[in-house]
Each structure stands twice: as C-alpha cells, then as structure tokens.
Antibody, heavy 119, light 107 residues
C-alpha cells in the first residue's frame, strides 16, 4: 500500500518561496509519476504540476513559471517549490500518485498540509 | 483550459435513496473523466476513472457513465458514509482540471 506524507512550513511570508516535501512509503518513487494538487479552504481542487520518474516535470501554466519540482530517489521523496507567493497561494497542498503514466488520474493522496501565506 | 461544470452544487438526499450527479465539459474529453469523493478533513479518494471504471475497492453502488461532454455519477442506496463532496476531473486536455464539486447532504 503506497502512502504519502507532506511536510513543510505551515506559514510563508508574501513574496517568499513555499517549499514542501512528500515522503513516499510502500513503493519506489522511481516506478511512478507524481503530482501536486492544492485546495483553498472551502473551494475546489487545482492541479499544480507533475513529476516524471525521469525527473522531468510539467506544471499548470496558471502558475506562471513559479513552480519547481524535483525527485530525491535516495530518500524516496519528491518536492515542490512555489516562488513569489501571495495570499492566493494559501491552500491545503496534497501530494498524489498518478495511477498511470499516460494520464493524470490520482489514486493515492497524502493527508495534505495547510500552507498559509501571511506576513 | 478545459472548464468542468458540475450540477447541482448541493444535492439533498434521504438515506437509502439514489443520488445522480452531473458533470459537463466545455469540450469533448472522450471518456477521460474521473470522479473523486472528499469527506470533511480528508483528502479526496478516487472512485471512478475512464468515465465508468471503478477503482480498486470501490463498491458497486458507485457507477459512472457518459462520454464526450456529459457525464453522470450515480450512487445507489446512500448510507451515512456516502454524504460528502464529489468532484469530477478531466485528463483528456492538458492541464487536468476539476469541477467545482457537488455536495451530497442528508435530506
């Protein structure tokens, strides 16, 4: 059973960089593709980006190039960095596994970590 | 970006009854449509993908149908654990996008 767990600061100042890590257990990160999804309180879900087992990434163009994602196979972790954050980036952030390489279908989710952007 | 529109926003259903949720895509997504269930304080859970294929361990009371732009999630004989918010998501067009959700509440 794959399990994912997000970690990182719960409070980030405006204009700074949000950094989150997802630790995967029950499977190797090298064998799957991974995504980040966020959800503002009381609102819907937004896909942030995808990380391929090769280390290649793509991300939602709505985030205007502020997204960096990376893999650390030695720790079975992957990470998200979102730069120049504003209050609009306040949300619950989920790391998820993509069920298939060809499609963004999300079958395993972390429990989520709340990130608040505030001075 | 593909817009997914779910209706109704809120659905009030009595326990034991059936719920029918709709999802409409702004253009065809073929059958590349997934449904998720989210309970308060929890992460979403994948129910259905490919418009009608239940994920592993999902009971047969959840069924999906549709293709192109119109999709339906049907939940038969609702029990207390089924009252939640349901999201549809398309993965045919990049980037993947979600509907705004339908809250299924007890009538």
């Amino acid at each position: 059973q794959v399990q994912l767990h997000e970690s990182g600061p719960g409070l980030v100042k405006p204009s700074e960089t949000l950094s989150l890590t997802c630790t995967v257990s029950g499977g190797s990160i090298s064998n799957s593709f991974w995504s980040w999804i966020r959800q503002p309180a009381g609102k819907g879900l937004e896909w942030i980006g995808r990380l391929y087992s090769s280390g290649n990434t793509n991300h939602n163009p709505s985030l205007k190039g502020r997204v960096t994602m990376s893999l650390d196979t030695s720790k079975n972790q992957f990470s998200l960095r979102l730069s120049s954050v504003t209050a609009a980036d306040t949300a619950m952030y989920y790391c998820v596994r993509d069920k298939y390489s060809a499609w963004e279908i999300f079958d395993y989710w972390g429990q989520g970590t709340q990130v608040t952007v505030s001075s | 970006e593909m817009v997914m529109t779910q209706s109704p926003t809120t659905l009030s259903v009595s326990p034991g009854e059936r719920a029918t949720l709709s999802c409409r895509a702004s253009q065809s997504v073929s059958s590349d449509l997934a449904w998720y269930q989210q309970k308060p304080g929890q992460a979403p859970r994948l129910l259905i993908y490919g418009a009608s294929t239940r994920d592993t361990g999902i009971p047969a009371k959840f069924s999906g149908s549709g293709s192109g732009t119109e999709f339906t999630l049907t939940i038969s004989s609702l029990q207390s654990e089924d009252f939640a918010v349901y999201y549809c998501q398309q993965y045919n067009n990049w980037p993947p996008t979600f509907g705004q959700g339908t809250k299924v509440q007890i009538k």
